[in-house]
């Protein structure tokens, strides 16, 4: 198959999240995502989203850095430069781009999609992907109380939730994973998220979560931090999970020979789009590493990704794979994402393609700008 893309429309939408997001590094109250929309030689197309946030509290990427990167750089490696595979995009991209991953996922991912559309076959199928249903987790950001905290851990444990997910930091943790578990009983599965927010120094503050019967403690040190996170976890019974700190297969597999952590969260738009992230997968499997699938508070069409992503056979512990509705008062695909109340997302696996459609009445109206490449 060859694959030739031949405009690319850019835009930016503004969708207001129905409750804020505070992780340690700062809050969310709007999400200003950018959309890809690939247009190929026959006038097929395929949707893509970036994860960049607005702000550079998790990444240095950010909506306008990706902006920029994908007008002036990547998009003219793409457009009207046929490649036979979406999975051979990444090594064009690399070859004369540094870094900006974020970026380069936006455009690598919908690539996927239209090869897939164009096989008649859905992207789980394409990736290789072997689960009909994948387990949810939710991720609850950081409250103003440990009550409050409580509330909503409760809640989501009520509607199905496999594994509820706690946002700390230094002054909001000890107390808050203590009422959480204090509520659920020792049999809810529970880990908490510093998006590194701690030192190294803070190793014995650290140990006293081992108490808890935590599931995991996800990027607690600074991501370029592989030592000092295998000195960390030499100190805890806890397991470690990298969310931030893996960028790559060669960093994955850093991380397993350093002992930087024992689990790993993949989201493919962090690692420069799903070819990478199903490398990473494949070095996690081979190094005894679960992993599972990370979100970026996505709308529909990123979820349609981390999905299909998630339905590869290591990814064997539940993703940050919420439901339309805990985002948003309406999403932007058609139909909305759901959870069974087994805290399970089917894969839609009978559809070509992404599996959603998309609403473009709705992405019309809450578009901010728009541009076509070439202009
Ligand atoms: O660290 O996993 C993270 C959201 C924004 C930035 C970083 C993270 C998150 C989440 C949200 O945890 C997970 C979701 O999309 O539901
Ligand atoms: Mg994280």
């Known amino acids: 198959m060859t694959l030739s893309v031949r405009q690319i429309t850019l835009r930016e939408i503004a969708l207001p999240l129905r ?40 990444s240095p990427e950010t909506t306008d850095t990706c ?30 781009v540094r870094g900006h991953r974020m970026a380069k996922a936006a455009l690598e991912m919908p690539l996927w999609a239209l090869e897939a559309e164009r096989a008649g076959q859905s992207l789980a199928a394409l990736l290789g992907g072997s689960r009909p249903e994948v387990p949810v987790g939710i991720s609850l950001g950081i409250q103003s109380s440990p009550a409050a905290l409580v509330e909503r851990a409760a809640a989501a444990r009520a509607q199905g939730y496999r594994r509820v997910k706690l946002k700390i930091m230094p002054g909001a943790d000890l107390a808050y994973v203590a009422a959480v578990r204090d509520a659920l009983g020792p049999e809810a599965t529970l880990s908490v998220d510093a998006n590194a927010a701690y030192q190294l120094d803070d190793a014995d503050h650290l140990a006293r979560l081992d108490a808890y019967d935590l599931a995991m403690i996800e990027q607690p040190l600074d991501p370029e931090d592989l030592r000092r996170h295998a000195a960390l976890q030499r100190r805890l019974a806890t397991p470690l999970c990298l969310d931030e700190s893996i960028t ?43 992993v599972w699938c990370g979100g970026m508070l996505e709308s529909g069409i990123g979820r349609a990704y981390n999905v299909a992503l998630a339905s590869l056979p290591n990814f064997s512990q539940p993703g940050d794979l919420s439901p339309s509705a805990r985002y948003w008062e309406r999403d932007i695909v058609d139909p909305e994402w759901t959870m069974s109340a087994e805290g399970l997302v089917t894969v839609p696996v009978d559809q070509p393609g992404l599996g959603v459609i998309v609403d473009r009445d709705r992405v019309e109206r809450l578009t901010v700008w728009r541009e076509a490449l070439p202009a």
């Open 67 to 96: 902006r920029h990167a994908i007008r002036a750089w990547l998009a003219p490696l793409l457009i009207g430069r046929p490649v036979a595979r979406a999975a051979d995009v990444a090594a064009v991209f690399d070859a004369t």
């Open 19 to 58: 409750e804020p997001f505070r992780i340690s590094s700062g809050v969310t109250h709007e999400r200003r995502m950018l959309l890809v929309e690939l247009h190929d030689a026959d006038g097929v197309t395929a949707w893509g989203e970036c994860v960049a946030g607005e702000r550079p509290n998790y």
């Open 248 to 290: 790559s297969p060669a960093r994955a597999e850093d991380a397993a020979l350093l002992g930087s952590a024992r689990i790993v969260n993949i989201k493919p738009g962090r690692v420069g789009g799903l070819a990478a992230a199903r490398a990473i997968h494949d070095t996690c499997a081979r190094h005894g590493m679960p």
